[in-house]
Every structure is written in structure tokens, then in C-alpha cells.
């Protein structure tokens, strides 16, 4: 069996510990064909967000702010079952964890800025919103003056 390709990044030089993932197998829901009564094919993936010392204290907390409602006790778990192969399955739970705290360890945007709508702009728009109108009631048959 090949070695793990990794380290996954989690953005920049800050990666997935190898030492603070915790892995798990059981056996795999859906198709398998002859060997699906007896083989481990659905990986979960368990990362302690709380006591982790790889990513940095900003990201950390806003990891725990942002995944609050997916861990548990601190803890994020993935778990990964598409494929037949329990191999593929690690790696599947291993990039989709990587991505999760990318995105949950990521800078909040910066705050929008409210602009001023230039005067033309406005009032060519009340023009054609006059005109539009009067296209309208010229329509009805009765003359309105």
C-alpha cells in the first residue's frame, strides 16, 4: 500500500497534522459488491479544532466561531463513503477537511462601502420610468387630459 499523499495545506505553509488526525473505518452503506459485508470502506476523519497547536490562535478562533454547529466537544468530524475503496475514501474525507478549514479559517471580507448614485444616473432613470408611463396610458382608449 502506497503512502498518503500529503501534507494537505490548509492555506499558505499551514497544514494537517498527521499526528492530530484521527482516523476511523466501518463498513460503508450502498453498493459493494461481494465483499461489502467485510470490508471497511467508509473512512471518518476527527480533528481536534479546540486543542490544536498547528494553525494559529486568529484562525482557530474563528474556526471554532464559524464550525460551532458541526463540532462536537471541539472536535470536527468527516466522514467519506462514495467510493468502494477505503483508500479513496481517506483521501476524499482528508482534502474535503482541508478545504472545510480553509474556508472557515478565512479573513472575513472587507466591510462594503456605501456610494453616492451620481444625480444623472438617478434622474435618467425617473426619465425613463416618465416615459415607460406615459407609453402605458397612451394605450387605454380614453383621453385623460
Do not use: C
Amino acid at each position: 500500500m502506497e503512502p498518503m499523499p500529503g501534507p494537505y495545506f490548509i492555506r499558505g505553509s499551514v497544514s494537517l497534522p498527521e499526528a492530530e488526525l484521527t482516523w476511523r473505518f466501518s463498513r460503508s452503506s450502498g453498493p459493494g459488491g461481494q465483499h461489502v459485508n467485510t470490508s471497511d470502506s467508509q473512512a471518518e476523519l476527527r480533528f481536534d479544532l479546540a486543542k490544536t497547536e498547528a494553525l494559529p490562535e486568529v484562525w482557530k478562533r474563528r474556526a471554532l466561531e464559524r464550525l460551532a454547529g458541526r463540532l462536537v466537544d471541539g472536535v470536527l468530524v468527516v466522514r467519506a463513503s462514495e467510493h468502494r475503496s477505503q483508500w479513496r475514501n481517506r483521501e476524499t474525507a482528508a482534502v474535503r477537511m482541508a478545504t472545510l478549514l480553509a474556508e472557515a479559517t478565512a479573513p472575513p471580507p472587507p466591510p462594503r462601502r456605501k456610494k453616492k448614485i451620481p444625480r444623472g444616473i438617478n434622474e435618467r432613470r425617473l426619465r425613463q420610468k416618465k416615459q415607460r408611463s406615459d407609453i402605458k396610458r397612451g394605450r387605454t382608449g380614453r383621453s385623460w387630459d
